[in-house]
């Protein structure tokens, strides 16, 4: 075990740094978008998160994180399953993200199938709880995903098999947890995604919403800086734009729909929903650096274009 310095946040030296802490967004957001399908979002169960859809899921990141959803049918069999991925993997998709879990034994089951398919990039999300039972599959990134806890990332961080974290920070412990997530400072290639939680109002934020959402993503004139390129496939067969926008589904794999999903015209409404055409936005001179979080502002306001995370219209 590496020697552990500890400052005021508790680290100044351990074996590895994170190459960029991603705040606030997913790291595709940053990414142009190439007009077509580039990732699915895959769910296998329940799943058995903190956070629930009946009470809200406050999460800036939690399209990836684990979470719990109530299902409308029979969970996907593992046959329904790998034909999900040989379909992405015909579109040409470059990047999967299974989530959501009912068990890790699923989670290294189904990593090995997107790996054996020819996925390019294969990430599973497991939680922090259930790294030791969590069989690592070559070929896929293990993202371990915890509260903030400086202590408990600092172990985690030392485990050679993780290859980034998915951290849930309080909105008051949102400048602690960025400082001392960017002094893990040896080099090395693990990722942070700092999942910044927000209250239920925007009168309630703080911290710095439009600093943490600046991005610099090229097409955001043309297409969303988060939704584009994504599908989302529930652990029931549900295909979504996002997998917190339950209430919009676009399509149903036990149909055939993924193979014809980069034609539906529903989904690619979801892909081109640009700030110009949000209301209250459209008009504002940070709407193509400011990222864009449609499901938190759809659970805050029942409206898809809704708009209650903006410090300026308070």
Not at 59 to 80: A, D, H, V
Not at 136 to 158: F, H, M, N, W
Not at 189 to 198: G, K, N, V
Request: proline fraction near 5%; charge should be neutral; include cysteine.
């Amino acid at each position: 075990m590496a020697e552990v310095v500890r400052t005021s946040l508790g680290i100044s030296s351990v074996s590895r740094t994170p190459q960029n802490v991603t705040v606030g967004k997913p790291p595709w957001s940053k990414k142009a978008h190439s007009g077509d399908v580039e990732r699915l979002i895959l769910h296998l169960g329940e799943g058995k998160g903190k956070f629930d859809e009946a009470h809200g899921i406050p999460r800036s990141i939690g399209c990836i994180g684990n979470n719990r959803f109530f299902l409308r049918r029979e969970k996907l069999s593992e046959e329904e399953i790998r034909n999900v991925l040989r379909d992405f993997k015909a579109l040409n998709g470059e990047e999967v993200w299974i989530t959501n879990y009912d068990s890790p034994r699923d989670l290294s089951k189904v990593a090995k199938i997107a790996v054996e398919v020819g996925i390019p990039e294969v990430n599973v999300v497991v939680l922090e709880e259930d790294l030791d039972a969590y069989e690592v599959v070559e070929g896929a990134r293990t993202i371990v995903e915890l509260e903030y806890d400086p202590d408990r990332i600092l172990k985690i961080s030392l485990n050679p098999h993780v290859d980034g974290l998915l951290v849930m920070v309080p909105q008051e412990k949102v400048d602690e947890a960025l400082t001392f997530l960017n002094k893990l400072d040896e080099p090395g290639d693990l990722e942070i995604y700092a999942d910044l939680l927000y209250p239920k109002s925007a009168r309630f934020l703080k911290f710095n919403v439009i600093e943490k959402r600046m991005s610099e993503n090229p097409t955001t004139q043309m297409y969303h800086d988060c939704l584009a390129g994504t599908i989302a496939v529930s652990a029931d067969g549900y295909i979504t734009p996002c997998p917190l926008l339950r209430n919009f589904v676009v399509g149903d794999v036990r149909k055939g729909d993924i193979k014809r999903i980069r034609k539906k015209r529903k989904l690619k409404e979801f892909w081109k929903m640009t700030k110009d055409k949000i209301k209250g936005c459209s008009a504002c001179p940070f709407r193509y650096i400011c990222h864009d979080c449609r499901a938190l502002e759809y659970q805050a306001t029942g409206e898809i274009d809704g708009l209650e995370y903006c410090p300026i219209l308070l």
